[in-house]
């Protein structure tokens, strides 16, 4: 971003300007004379001499341009009369009219002034009503009384005209409807110890922001009517190096949405069209104007109203009593600001640079692998011979003919050759090869069902609603800690607080398979892309992998390197390779399959696993199963890793870690090293991480499997890009205070599941920062959540271990 001082305005006189009425539209800017308070100023952009409007008899105390640019509407009020300047017409050639109407006289001091979204209405703030007053036939439509205190600013919602909006110093804001004259709605307190100073509505959604005199922003659902954020500017802005310890200055004068223009998207896919979106939000206060990401709250750019960073000022601007802002052609947003202390007026352009932080990095990588990548590592160990004497030439005496003799000598009664073998055993090695190959691989499912192509499978509906309607209801004995459905979604597997992994058949979850092997809670669980093994992380530092067909666990993990010392018994145990020490937050199946991945501490380990299919009736509990520790991603400026993230449905070199401080670092596996760090992801550490998944059953853009979901107590959900580093949406309005929540993305994309402490689920459209639905009345704090791949459903586990699933 980069700003312009475009004019500086100074008055003749001694007073200051305090009390001046600003506006501004486009290039359009007015206010009330420095010398006449009675006068109105009106100037563009590359003019240098103000054109005067004379109608009013005394002090003009508000001013508001219009909406329509092909009519330019200006509206100006002082205590004897409220007047509308036609200030562009197309008819006239483009001249600034300066034709004046009056609409209403003696209605006493007027706070505020404000058009509806097609100009046809105003709303005029007096005193502790607010009168709407229709300007062609300047006809009083309602007076609106309902307030305790002076009405400070009134709005018309911008996605229902019916509704306005009022703050007023009584500390409340109302909601009001036109059509019944009545208000629907008035709040409680907001605050107690600070006023509501600003206010401005969302231009596409049914939202309105609020800024008071402490420095907080709050964002409201006219819906809802509920709280949706609260930022703290004074708090944020006073970390900046521009503006150092500066805390007593952030009072909100005013509020600006900039919804600034993209190119047009070919392929309107939901995705895209929701990444297209780039609305911010200007904040005027007393010591500095910033831009924020509206979507994502996040605090863009900020200049200091001083002579350090404005240096083309002629004067220095110190503090500001009165702000507007208005948008100029769409790329760039003008600044008008008073000074309280001279009698100087500023006009400032705000200039946005193209792609903030822009990155070609993507789950979907089409870069090959690195000659030395650890994705190439194989582990094939060497299988058991059956004694040591068989090495060299030496025969070992336990494996000689019968005979002791390489061959009996012929009798010579028959010309054919000596028979060295007696008869042929018809053992259908055939039937045993299948047999063994579907042991090894099992690619129907851990029920044995009849193998189907994927493809020819019934698609996810795409334009489905998201599930809300209660099919299954059931308790366990134990707290959820995670669910996971397979990728064909057959089964739902389960990991409990008391050390159990089991498996539910899909779609009635009935049938159930156990695996208990743990010693302490089960904190993870997955199924391989083949969903012929299990995969479980415990609080007991061991990872154990399992197979549906057998209750003993097929695989340990253990130790960190490897599990080669496992082979005797009587073997010591390597030095170099101890146990695990560390807690193991999660563990999950990466690369279709190939590699293990789990987390040790403030490390990402990657395994190679090998498991020996062959079954021996003497020697059933010894196996040929083994891992080794192929690659290490350590953070050095953590202490652990509380979850991760990576994709298994297909290859992706990506692997995501949400760490301790609070920062989401990116790994990329194959090159063996972090390619970015996003630090003060939340205000606290990351207990939730979610990527975009995917489903054999729906297509998705490309762009989709690029973002990814994190969550924070205290701090809500955010959705981010992979590409572009920066949060593209922030989700509130559940409760996350302490527990861990769970986190779900849709299959179609267009949706998100959110675990709540106050015992519901929300879904969340990613287009919105509200919710669509509350799905309430459960025992306990949903921990867990997941999505059908195939079909809309949604499955939600419990601290108490109660196990719902919701259906369209």
Not at 749 to 775: N, T
Request: hydrophobic share 35%; with cysteine.
């Amino acid at each position: 971003m980069d700003v312009i001082c475009l004019k500086t305005i100074t008055s003749p006189g001694k007073s200051t300007l305090k009390d001046i009425a600003l506006a501004s539209f486009g290039s359009f800017f007015a206010c009330s004379s420095y010398l006449d308070s009675s006068e109105l100023l009106l100037w563009t952009k590359g003019e240098n001499k103000a054109k005067s409007l004379l109608g009013h008899t005394g002090m003009v105390r508000a001013l508001c341009f219009g909406n329509n640019a092909d009519k330019l509407l200006l509206a100006s009020a002082s205590k004897q009369a409220i007047n509308v300047w036609t200030i562009f017409d197309p008819e006239s050639d483009g001249d600034m009219q300066g034709s004046c109407m009056n609409i209403g006289r003696n209605l006493g001091d007027v706070n505020h002034l404000s058009f509806s979204m097609d100009d046809s209405l105003i709303s005029a703030c007096i005193f502790d009503e607010v009168w709407v007053i229709n300007i062609k036939r300047s006809e009083l439509v309602a007076t609106l009384v309902g307030h305790l205190g002076c009405v400070v600013a009134s709005e018309f919602c911008s996605q229902d005209e019916d509704l306005l909006i009022t703050i007023s110093e009584d500390k409340t804001y109302g909601i009001w409807s036109l059509s019944e004259k009545d208000q629907i709605y008035q709040s409680s307190i907001i605050s107690a110890s600070s006023s509501l100073f600003s206010l401005a509505t969302h231009p596409l959604e049914n939202f309105f922001t609020t800024g008071s005199s402490d420095g907080m922003l709050r964002i409201f659902d006219v819906t809802l009517r509920n709280s949706l954020h609260e930022v703290n500017i004074a708090a944020r802005a006073s970390s900046t190096e521009e503006l150092g310890d500066n805390y007593n200055d952030y009072a909100i004068l005013s509020l600006k949405y900039w919804n600034r223009s993209k190119p047009i998207v070919e392929d309107k896919s939901y995705v895209k069209v929701a990444l297209n979106e780039e609305l911010y939000l200007a904040v005027g206060c007393s010591s500095c104007f910033m831009l924020l990401n509206a979507n994502s709250l996040d605090i863009l750019w900020i200049v200091c109203f001083n002579e350090v960073t404005l240096n083309t000022l002629s004067t220095q601007l110190s503090q500001a009593s009165r702000i507007s802002f208005s948008v100029s052609d769409e790329e760039s947003l003008i600044c008008t600001v008073s000074n309280l202390f001279t009698n100087d007026i500023h006009i400032l352009q705000v200039e946005s640079t193209e792609g903030l932080l822009s990155s070609e990095l993507s789950v979907l990588s089409q870069d090959p692998l690195h000659q030395d990548s650890p994705l190439k590592s194989k582990l094939q160990p060497k299988l058991k011979q059956e004694s040591k004497k068989t090495r060299g030439n030496k025969p070992n005496k336990m494996n000689q003919p019968l005979t002791f003799k390489n061959q009996i000598k012929s009798t010579g009664y028959t010309k054919e050759s000596p028979r060295k073998q007696m008869f042929t055993p018809n053992t259908n090695n055939k039937k045993k090869e299948s047999a063994l190959s579907k042991t090894a691989t099992n690619s129907v499912g851990p029920w044995g069902a009849t193998p189907s192509p994927r493809s020819t499978g019934k698609e996810y509906p795409i334009d489905s609603d998201p599930p809300t309607r209660l099919t299954y209801d059931k308790h366990y004995a134990s707290a959820f800690n995670d669910i996971s459905f397979t990728d064909s979604g057959k089964s739902l597997v389960c990991a409990l607080a008391d050390g159990t992994v089991f498996l539910l058949k899909s779609p009635k979850l009935e049938s159930s398979v156990n695996f208990i092997g743990h010693n302490g809670g089960v904190s993870s669980v997955c199924m391989s892309h083949t969903s012929n093994m299990v995969l479980s992380a415990g609080t007991d530092r061991t990872v154990k992998l399992w197979q549906p067909g057998q209750t003993d666990p097929i695989l340990n993990f253990s130790h960190l390197k490897h599990n080669f010392h496992k082979e005797k018994v009587s073997q010591p145990l390597d030095p170099g390779n101890p146990s695990y020490s560390k807690d193991i937050s999660r563990a999950m199946f990466y690369y279709v399959d190939q590699f293990i991945m789990l987390s040790h501490g403030n490390s990402l380990c990657l395994y190679k696993y090998h498991v020996d299919s062959t079954k021996k009736d003497v020697k059933r509990y010894q196996t040929n199963n083994r891992y080794k520790l192929v690659q290490g991603f350590e953070v050095s400026d953590a202490r652990n890793i509380t979850t991760f993230s990576t994709i298994n449905s297909f290859y992706s070199y990506i692997a995501l870690c949400a760490c301790s401080n609070k920062s989401v670092v990116v790994f990329d596996v194959n090159k063996v090293q972090p390619v970015r760090t996003i630090s003060d992801a939340h205000t606290r550490s990351v207990n939730s991480l979610c990527q975009n998944q995917g489903s054999a059953f729906v297509s998705q853009t490309s762009e989709a499997y690029d973002l990814f979901l994190t969550a924070a107590p205290t701090d809500g959900v955010k959705l981010w890009d992979l590409r572009q580093n920066r949060c593209v949406r922030k989700f509130e309005g559940h409760m996350n205070r302490a527990q861990k929540i769970g986190l779900a993305y849709s299959p179609c994309a267009k949706y998100i599941a959110v675990g709540s402490e106050d015992r519901s689920v929300y879904l969340y459209d990613i287009r919105s920062s509200s919710y669509l639905h509350r799905l309430s009345s459960h025992s306990d704090v949903i921990t867990s959540v997941a999505f059908h791949p195939q079909k809309p459903l949604l499955a939600c586990g419990t601290l108490s271990g109660q196990l719902r699933t919701y259906e369209v």
